[in-house]
């Protein structure tokens, strides 16, 4: 693949996205994002955190009110850039009176991709998303998981340098799943920034190098993820008996007892060693002692103040989604 | 690279356009008005209907003379100018193509094609080509079949009769404008498609409004002048459907023809009970289907390049 021709380092290199509804709706405020070529990109938010906004900015599909920055080192809409851009939206809606090499041919041409290429990409890339056999059959007839396969197809015919991705694993069984993150780590190895938008963190873990978390079109939390995740790390002790008697104990070495578990937010191996005196002296059984990564969907609950009721709220709230918005 | 993605887009809107099983309603009955013509044989040894099973022996049309030929252009004139060209034709082809455009804007679908490395004018400019195109072989389709039967059957040859190809595709594409423009701002076929009927009628009015006002004024009713003159306005501004269909029937050769036979042109026999001034009337008429193409079609076309370039001005605007 060819280097990036770039004035910039990253892939997407964009700051003071702004962006408000004709309904009033500030969907993203002075928002910057940055990826890098050869990781995988991952943008994460609550419904109505402006993720697509900013994602059908960088595709052009809607017009920032104001941006600074570079995707591919060219401005947003540039069409050499946009050659280079291999796009995925959710909810893709594809034409189902074609056939799916059809539908691969005709989004290549689009993109300017020459008629031999686009031979020889689609055979290679339907073979590469299990799609070989239903090359010749029409659409309407593909299963949501099938569509899915065939539109992450799409999105890298044109060899793309930068792979956006909304929702890529929507739709897909757990195989189809497994085989989007191998496609993925293919992707980054080959040298592409794969930039994703998500709703499944669990899937987002196993893949992402970087995330940023943007709550009401600002940036609430953004970094390595392995960072993040190493960033609070703690112990966790399950155990087996009653620990009522000894919480207040815990509490003064900063201890916490949820349900048979103790959590014990410190890797002071001698903070841990004096809360599994207290328990042993308290006749309480300890089971397992192990250091506790904390998770991105804690991560993700931290940064957007999520409790319990907060995300219920927040689908009334004035972040909520504001598809129609535009019209 | 344009040229590869405006042909890519083209040849998407004639598979979408192909698709609809209305091309094939269409075709069926292009097969249908061509076989009805063809059961019927006309010919200077006489005229029979069913294909030779019920001779008409009371009626005498021979191919070979003047009037004989002004009957077949006459009916021809209607058949496929009035009928064809003027009316059924064109709403066809609206039903066929009115989703060429929203169905390339609809959410999930649209996302994808402006991610790609073109402009949205071209992106509209490649759809709109490609549903004229679509709708230029359906034309071509009517237009040489009916030639030929009447050329094989009726023994009545006019090559220029061919030019209503164009001439359809041209009065297509005053009313397509329409149904793009709509097809922009409302996203839904069937909500472009009603309001372009309400678009025709809108330009339709004008143009009847104007001719009758004229023809009224002619044979000495007093019209207020302002009415005549706001009508032929609108009729100047708006897009000229009404002399296309005149302007084939001229081709068809029936107008002439028919004034050689002394027979009142279209319009001009409805207002014989009138009993008033013919002779005046004659040359309302006369002066009203007397169309300058040039004119005519210039400015019909200068209206819909001015609604193609809203519709695309508003593609081009907008966020999807």
């Excluded at chain 1, 349900?259 to 089971?287: C, H, Q, S």
Aim: charged residues 20%; hydrophobic residues 50%.
């Amino acid at each position: 693949m060819a280097a990036v021709a770039s004035h910039s380092d990253f892939a997407v290199d964009l700051s003071d996205v702004t962006k408000t509804y004709a309904n009033g709706v500030k969907a993203l405020d002075q928002l910057s994002v940055r990826a890098r070529p050869g990781e995988i990109f991952g943008l994460l938010g609550p419904n109505g955190a402006g993720k697509s906004t900013l994602v059908k900015i960088m595709m052009t599909v809607i017009r920032a009110d104001r941006l600074a920055g570079t995707v591919l080192g060219r401005p947003i809409g540039d069409r050499e850039a946009k050659r280079r851009i291999g796009y995925l939206p959710e909810a893709h809606r594809f034409p189902e009176y074609l056939r799916g090499r059809q539908l691969l041919d005709y989004y290549a041409a689009l993109a300017g991709v020459s008629r031999i290429d686009r031979r020889r990409r689609a055979g290679a890339l339907l073979e590469r998303v299990g799609m070989a056999e239903w090359a010749n059959t029409r659409i309407d007839k593909y299963s949501k998981g099938m569509l899915q396969r065939l539109g992450i197809a799409q999105a890298l015919m044109n060899d793309p340098q930068l792979v956006v991705l909304d929702e890529p694993t929507d739709g897909l069984d757990p195989m189809g799943r497994r085989d989007v993150r191998l496609l993925l780590q293919e992707l980054r190895e080959e040298g592409r920034a794969v930039f994703i938008n998500s709703h499944l963190l669990g899937e987002l873990e196993l893949v992402c190098d970087r995330v940023i978390i943007i709550q009401k079109g600002r940036v609430v939390r953004e970094g390595r993820l392995r960072d993040m995740m190493d960033d609070s790390p703690e112990y966790e002790v399950a155990i087996v008996g009653d620990a009522s008697g000894v919480v207040e104990t815990l509490g003064r070495l900063g201890a916490s007892v949820i349900g048979n578990r103790v959590r014990i937010p410190t890797i002071d191996i001698g903070v841990v060693n004096k809360v599994i005196d207290v328990l042993r002296n308290a006749g309480i059984a300890i089971e397992s002692l192990r250091p506790k990564r904390i998770s991105l969907e804690e991560i993700f609950v931290e940064a957007t103040g999520g409790g319990p009721v907060a995300p219920m709220a927040r689908l009334t709230g004035a972040g909520a989604d504001p598809k129609g918005a535009s019209r | 690279m344009i040229a590869m993605q405006l042909r890519a887009i083209i040849v998407d809107a004639f598979r979408e356009a192909f698709e609809k099983r209305v091309f094939w309603i269409f075709a069926g009955m292009t097969v249908l008005v061509a076989l009805a013509m063809a059961s019927v044989s006309i010919s200077d040894e006489g005229v029979s209907l069913f294909f030779g099973l019920a001779p008409l022996e009371s009626v005498d049309i021979a191919p070979s003379t003047p009037a004989g030929r002004a009957i077949i252009g006459a009916i021809l004139t209607e058949l496929i100018g009035r009928w064809y060209i003027g009316f059924l034709g064109i709403i066809l082809s609206i039903v066929a193509t009115c989703g060429v455009i929203p169905s390339m804007l609809e959410r999930g679908a649209v996302d994808v094609v402006l991610s790609k490395p073109i402009s949205r004018p071209a992106l509209f400019l490649g759809r709109y080509i490609g549903a004229m195109a679509f709708v230029l072989i359906q034309a071509t389709f009517f237009v040489v079949l009916t030639f030929l039967v009447a050329g094989l059957r009726w023994h009545y040859w006019s090559p220029p009769y061919l030019a209503c190809i164009p001439l359809f595709v041209i009065l297509f594409s005053y009313i397509y404008a329409f149904t793009a423009l709509f097809g922009v701002i409302t996203r839904n076929a069937m909500a472009s498609f009603l309001l372009t009927i309400l678009a025709w009628f809108c330009v339709f009015a004008p143009q009847i409004a104007y001719e009758n006002l004229e023809k009224v004024e002619s044979i000495g009713w007093k019209v207020d002048q302002r009415w005549i003159d706001g009508a032929r306005l609108l009729k100047t501004i708006f897009p000229n459907t009404r002399e296309i269909p005149r302007l084939a029937g001229q081709l068809i050769g029936a107008t002439v023809e028919s004034q050689t036979m002394g027979e009142p042109q279209e319009g001009v026999a409805d207002m014989v009970f009138l009993k008033l001034d013919m002779q005046k009337a004659y040359e309302a008429e006369a002066r009203i289907s007397n169309v300058d193409f040039v004119t005519s079609v210039g400015s019909s076309l200068l209206f819909e390049a001015v609604v193609v370039m809203i519709a695309m001005w508003k593609f081009s605007r907008r966020d999807f």
